[in-house]
T-cell receptor, first 109, second 115 residues
Framework: QQPVQSPQAVILREGEDAVINCSSSKALYSVHWYRQKHGEAPVFLMILLKGGEQKGHDKISASFNEKKQQSSLYLTASQLSYSGTYFC??????????FGTGTSLTVIP | KAGVTQTPRYLIKTRGQQVTLSCSPISGHRSVSWYQQTPGQGLQFLFEYFSETQRNKGNFPGRFSGRQFSNSRSEMNVSTLELGDSALYLCASQGPSGGYTDTQYFGPGTRLTVL
C-alpha cells in the first residue's frame, strides 16, 4: 500500500532538472508532495486531485496520471535550497493516507 | 496565524513505560493526523482525528492510541514502550474541511528515545 518512489536518490548540479516519480498499486483520489530537510518537519509543496486540479508551489510542477496511479514531480533549474528528501503522499479509498518511500535529492554547486 | 505546535519536543523513556504526546493544530483546523518517522520505515501513518472522532487508523498495534478534544487539540499515547518505538512523532493539521483535498501542515515533531 505504500507508494514507491523513484529514484531513491539523486545528485544534481545547480541549474539541472530532476523528475521524481511516485507509483501506487491503488486507485488514487489525490497525490500530495512534500519536502523534508534534515532535522525539520515535512513542508507542503503540492496537491494534485483527481480530475486535474492542482494546488501548490509556483516554481514546482507535477503531473498525476489517474489511470496509471502515478505522479511525477518536476524540479527545474534546481537551486541549492531544493536539497532534501521528497515524499509523495497518496489518498485512496477509505480516505487512507500513505507516504511514499522517499527520494533524497542533493543539489551541489 | 500560529503553526502546529507539539510538546514536548524531546523525550527519553525506558522500556515498559508509557508516554503521552500533545499536538495543537492550526486554529480552525479540525483534523489532526499522527505519523511515526524512523530511518528504517520512513513515514508511517498512525491515525487521524476529526471533530473528536478517529476517522482513520494505520497498521499499528493497540499500544498506540489517541484522542482529540473539543478544541481540536490532540494527544497520542503509547503504552508499554518498546525499543522500536524510538522515532520522531509528527502531527499534522488539515483544514478547514479536514479532507485530503486540503494541505497538511506539520508540527516540528516529538523525538522519543526509548532506552
Amino acid at each position: 500500500q505504500q507508494p514507491v518512489q523513484s529514484p531513491q536518490a539523486v545528485i544534481l548540479r545547480e541549474g539541472e532538472d530532476a523528475v521524481i516519480n511516485c507509483s501506487s498499486s491503488k486507485a488514487l483520489y489525490s497525490v500530495h508532495w512534500y519536502r523534508q530537510k534534515h532535522g525539520e518537519a515535512p513542508v507542503f509543496l503540492m496537491i494534485l486531485l483527481k480530475g486535474g486540479e492542482q494546488k501548490g508551489h509556483d516554481k514546482i510542477s507535477a503531473s498525476f496520471n489517474e489511470k496509471k496511479q502515478q505522479s511525477s514531480l518536476y524540479l527545474t533549474a534546481s537551486q541549492l535550497s531544493y536539497s532534501g528528501t521528497y515524499f509523495c503522499g497518496t489518498v485512496s479509498g477509505g480516505n487512507q493516507f500513505y507516504f511514499g518511500t522517499g527520494t533524497s535529492l542533493t543539489v551541489i554547486p | 496565524k500560529a503553526g502546529v505546535t507539539q510538546t514536548p519536543r524531546y523525550l527519553i523513556k525506558t522500556r515498559g513505560q508509557q508516554v503521552t504526546l500533545s499536538c495543537s493544530p492550526i486554529s480552525g483546523h479540525r483534523s489532526v493526523s499522527w505519523y511515526q518517522q524512523t530511518p528504517g520505515q520512513g513515514l508511517q501513518f498512525l491515525f487521524e482525528y476529526f471533530s473528536e472522532t478517529q476517522r482513520n487508523k494505520g497498521n499499528f498495534p493497540g499500544r498506540f492510541s489517541g484522542r482529540q478534544f473539543s478544541n481540536s487539540r490532540s494527544e497520542m499515547n503509547v503504552s508499554t514502550l518498546e525499543l522500536g518505538d524510538s522515532a520522531l512523532y509528527l502531527c499534522a493539521s488539515q483544514g478547514p474541511s479536514g479532507g485530503y483535498t486540503d494541505t497538511q501542515y506539520f508540527g516540528p515533531g516529538t523525538r522519543l528515545t526509548v532506552l
